[in-house]
């Protein structure tokens, strides 16, 4: 396939973001063979060909059996039933997941005497449930060949998993980090033997010693420019780059960016590193259990090889055989451990079982060690990573072995690994019977990470669909669709219908405030809340638990970065502020504007109704600018047109003009120093030209939103440049005239909510007339009264909306010397698209569904993890959670985030019973009630002491049905002259009949 090969921008465009498509294009000219149709070879499969390899070949000699229900999604009762090959069940479903990949099967055997001569085809090899032996020959087969072939494998063996990799001698990454290189301004540049380069603003370079920089637009030590530079880094804020004094003095400006430099990295065979493997640790509160993992996951391949089979469930006999050949391997490591008995019992009783969620986990991360060997994007695994779900079966060592016997059903391998009670719990676990909301429909763009869609589900809804399809692969389950959008506004909807019958919330949310809206509710139901997300090749995953840890909102985030008003409205320095702007004046001309005149139309009777009360000098709010609207709305395409190219002058021309008549070039500040410094770039007016590719995108893409909202008609033939060209040539662009208005220069203004027009009495006058005479020509119609807002949509190529925000953002970025984006990486930040991708959405599931089970199971706080992983790094790392803290009020009282205090009222309950029932039931004087922003008692307030004889119903007026609220409440302190100290929320219940409900 040629480099030119073109990407189906609407099926990978959030993938594009995080691989990029050289990567891609890479990708699309691969092949790998996959051994094994387990579920961890399965999750591979499934990730890889929604990345979009060109091929892959499935390989399995197994026929489906009843464990397989329980850890291989792609496998059905009736392919048990029928006894049909692994790779043949799964073949037809691993293939319709990606149309551009082509999948085939193999079940020739694979053993120590086959000719691995067919595997030169391939570029990447994966191994999975295959005898060490074969593997370590087929290793070495693919480390000799020239290229190498590029070795991966992988196991899971109950709840211990491992990954290897060798991309032979010399492999090159040509990205090692994936991470954006971005933009950074420059305060100063000393002259010296030791240049040290300082931020503006003391912005950190995040930059690293050795790294590289190059410099452009620097005034004064003009010789850096064009340059690239090593740095050593001096401060978050500075770095030194070598000997400056030779150059000009620095005088102002400049802007360098990290150089990215392509690395080579060396690989050793499974072979060489079994003695002394490289490892990647996960969890650095037991940082020794890779090593003991490595020793007896080796210890499993030799148990195999020994006895055909795996340690049986419980069996102490094969557990004590597992502990001496774990022994035996110890001795050949370089580096020699005290081998953990308790681990390795833990790996023999559960060996034979699977844990799909570690399976999920770790077929994702090597999944993404698949993707990087076929394109040198991202840094590899060197070598090994193991990661295990030991704190999920320490607590059931205890129980006897009859507990994770088979049963015959779909459960064997999960029951292999956690016992039958655990089994009973998930399936009576309120999450087990699931309820999901999501009010999106499924789009193109989401068949890429989403193994339960398929291109008949478009544009359906996701939570829906993603029901029926989870409905295929375990027909057991029980699960309960919504389509509710998750904020306060569908609180009372959540209260009774999501929250309520869970005992655990699990979110995905890309929102902040969603997150955190969602953790209110949990913690004032008392649920936990699973939360996690990812983002390209990022992840995390937090677990809350109610009353062993920290909520959600009990740290903060760090607040997103603001964008001043006045540097986009005048004074962009990069491309963020260019695309921005364009964004923000398609909602302002294209959806905010036709939207508030659709609502003044809407809430006044007729235009002549209007028109009478301007003229008794009644001030209507919006008259003024809607009359302007419609007296200016165009009938017909030319006048869309007409309509655009004065909308050229005025953004790309007039406002440049305007600037500069504003702040002359050389305008400076009070203390000498010149305006027009970086970071402020002084604009360049453009004149139009038709030729100028640019130039035509803007008039026909904003030309045919225009027409959109006005609801005007037009054909392709009136986009052709020669149609537009005759239209344009008639358009009479009025003279620029300077203006002596105020200009925003002052960073700390924020754009105003709703900018308050000051309309003069000529412009009554002349509003008034345009009315008249619209009105009188009977001009108005029910249609002119109407226009339709655009609401941007980007991942429609043949709206037109992205084509408007490309070509005004690229026009003013021109326009100010910015260095323009392409489509796609506008598209990215005007659309706020999230990069995602299959591989980290895999790992994500697998690690949040791993401690769903320990909720499941009541677990105690030092058993949860959470966790934030890089694959691009890699790296993976799994962390405590925070313990909740307490709050201390006095000698036996005191509480958490967790805790809320209950009163139960009556009809005829007063404020001053609440205030006692407090007192009495908590020990504490309440000094101030609040409910919600209104103060129900605040004593130094006049006339809140009346309040304490006044019903609760009366002060509160709760809608109908309402069965309680939540107060706040504060205390006097002990010590007299500190604040009020605040209580938990007490929640109010307006009749007793509510106890019982909540005992």
């Known amino acids: 396939m040629a480099d030119s090969m073109e990407i189906d921008d609407s099926l990978y465009s959030r993938q594009r973001y995080v691989l990029g498509d050289s990567a891609m294009q890479q990708m699309a000219q691969s092949a790998v063979f996959l051994s094994g149709m387990g579920a961890v070879g399965v999750e591979i499969a499934k990730n890889i060909v929604l990345a979009g390899v060109k091929a892959v070949t499935l390989h399995d000699c197994k026929r489906c059996d009843g464990w397989d229900l329980g850890t291989n999604f792609f496998i059905r009762e009736e392919d048990v039933h029928i006894q049909r090959k692994r790779v043949e069940a ?5 293939a319709e997941l990606n149309p551009y990949v082509q999948v085939s099967v193999s079940s020739d055997v694979l053993d120590d005497t086959a000719d691995l001569s067919f595997l030169k085809r391939y570029q990447c090899v994966v191994l999975t449930e295959t005898q060490l032996n074969l593997q370590k020959r087929i290793n070495n087969f693919c480390h000799a060949q020239q290229p ?24 090159e990454v040509s990205d090692p980090t994936g991470e954006e290189s971005k933009e950074i301004f420059i305060q100063t540049i000393s002259q010296g033997t030791s240049g040290v380069v300082m931020c503006m603003d003391s912005r950190t370079h995040g930059l690293q010693t050795g790294q590289s920089v190059c410099f452009k637009e620097i005034n004064g030590m003009a010789e850096l420019n064009g340059t690239t530079h090593q740095v050593t880094v001096l401060s978050p804020y500075s770095f030194a780059i070598g000997d400056t004094s030779s150059f000009q003095p620095y005088i102002h400006g400049g802007i360098f960016r990290l150089v990215k430099t392509p690395k080579t990295i060396s690989f050793e065979t499974m072979e060489q590193q079994l003695s002394d493997p490289q490892l990647l640790t996960p ?16 210890a499993l391949g030799a148990f195999l090889e020994q006895h055909g089979r795996h340690p049986n469930i419980g069996c102490l006999q094969d557990a004590e055989l597992l502990l001496n050949i774990t022994e035996e391997i110890n001795k050949t490591l370089k580096s020699k451990m005290c081998i953990n008995e308790e681990l390795v019992r833990c790996v023999s009783r559960c060996a034979r079982g699977c844990l799909s969620p570690l399976a999920a986990a770790v077929g994702g991360i090597a999944s993404q060690e698949v993707l990087k060997a076929l394109t040198g994007k991202f840094t590899p695994l060197q070598q090994w990573f193991y990661l295990d779900a030991m704190e999920v079966v320490q607590p059931l060592q205890s129980l006897p072995t009859e507990e994770f016997a088979s049963r015959g059903d779909r459960y064997d391998a999960l029951r292999a690994c956690i016992g039958e009670s655990m089994c009973l719990k998930l399936h009576t676990f309120h999450v087990f019977m699931i309820c999901i909301t999501d009010p999106d429909l499924i789009e193109k763009s989401n068949l890429n990470r989403q193994f339960l869609f398929r291109p008949q589900h478009i544009q359906k809804p996701k939570s829906t669909t993603a029901a029926l399809a989870t409905l295929e692969i375990n027909p057991e389950l029980h699960i309960d669709a919504h389509l509710n959008k998750v904020c306060p506004a569908t609180e009372d909807i ?16 890309d929102n902040v405030e969603a997150r955190r809206y969602v953790d209110s509710r949990s913690v004032s139901n008392q649920k936990a809340l699973l939360d996690s997300g990812t983002m390209g090749t990022k992840g995390h995953t937090e677990i809350i638990v109610p009353n062993l840890t920290e909520s959600y909102n009990s740290h903060r985030d760090p607040p997103e970065e603001e964008i001043p008003f006045c540097t986009l409205k005048s004074f962009p320095a990069v491309i963020e502020h260019t695309i921005q702007w364009s964004r923000d004046k398609f909602e302002s001309s294209f959806s905010h504007k036709p939207s508030m005149y659709n609502m003044f139309w809407q809430s006044h009777p007729s235009p002549q109704d209007v028109l009478q009360r301007l003229m008794t000098g009644e001030s209507m709010e919006g008259s003024f600018q809607v009359i302007k609207q419609l007296s200016r709305r165009p009938t017909h395409w030319d006048q869309c047109l007409a309509l655009a190219r004065l909308k050229f002058d005025k953004y790309f021309k007039r406002k440049a003009l305007q600037l ?20 402020k770039r002084p604009p360049s007016p453009m004149e139009f030209d038709l030729n100028d590719p640019l130039h035509f995108s803007f008039v026909v893409s904003s030309s045919r939103l225009f027409a959109g909202v006005y609801n005007i008609p037009y054909s392709e033939k009136n986009l052709s440049y020669e149609a537009v060209s005759r239209v344009l040539a008639g358009v009479d662009v009025p003279e620029y005239k300077p203006a002596e208005k105020h200009i925003e220069t002052d960073e700390s203004i924020k754009k105003p909510d709703q900018v308050k027009v000051t309309v003069s009495s000529e412009e009554e006058r002349v509003a008034i007339l345009q009315l008249q005479e619209a009105i009188s020509l009977n001009f108005i119609t029910a249609e002119r009264l109407r226009m339709t807002p655009l609401f941007f949509e980007k991942d429609d190529d043949a709206n037109g909306h992205m084509d408007f925000v490309a070509s005004a953002s690229s026009l003013r970025a021109r326009m100010y010397a910015i260095e323009a984006a392409d489509r796609l990486q506008t598209k990215r930040i005007a659309g706020k698209i999230i990069p995602a991708i299959a591989t980290s959405t895999a790992a994500v599931a697998g690690l949040v569904a791993v401690e769903l089970i320990k909720v499941a199971g009541g677990y105690g706080f030092e058993s949860f993890k959470n966790c934030f992983f890089n694959l691009a790094i890699p790296v993976v790392v799994l962390t405590e959670t925070a313990q909740v803290k307490r709050t201390h009020i006095r000698d036996g009282i005191s509480f958490s985030i967790w805790d809320r205090w209950t009163v139960f009222g009556h009809e005829d309950f007063t404020l001053s019973d609440f205030i006692s029932a407090v007192r009495e039931k908590y020990g504490i004087e309440p000094t101030m009630v609040v409910h919600g922003v209104k103060m129900l008692y605040v004593p130094v307030m006049p006339g809140h002491t009346k309040r304490l004889k006044l019903k609760m119903h009366k002060l509160i007026k709760p809608s109908a049905g309402r069965k309680y609220v939540d107060l706040t409440v504060s205390f006097a302190p002990e010590v007299d002259g500190d604040e009020d100290l605040p209580s938990p929320p007490v929640r109010y219940y307006f009749t007793r009949e509510s106890e019982s409900n909540t005992a």
């Open 90 to 94: 799964v073949h037809s479903r691993v």
């Open 494 to 509: 959540y209260s009774d219908v999501f929250f309520s019958p869970l005992n655990v919330v699990v979110t995905a949310l």
């Open 283 to 298: 969890d650095f509160s037991k940082p020794e259990v890779p090593l003991q993992l490595h020793a007896i996951m080796l």
């Open 660 to 679: 500069l008549h504003s702040f002359p070039l050389d305008t400076r500040l009070k203390d000498g120093s010149l305006f027009w410094q970086s970071p």
């Open 148 to 171: 190498p072939i590029k070795f991966i494998s992988c196991d899971v063996f109950g709840i211990s998993s491992r990954v290897f990799c060798d991309f032979g001698d010399r492999f």
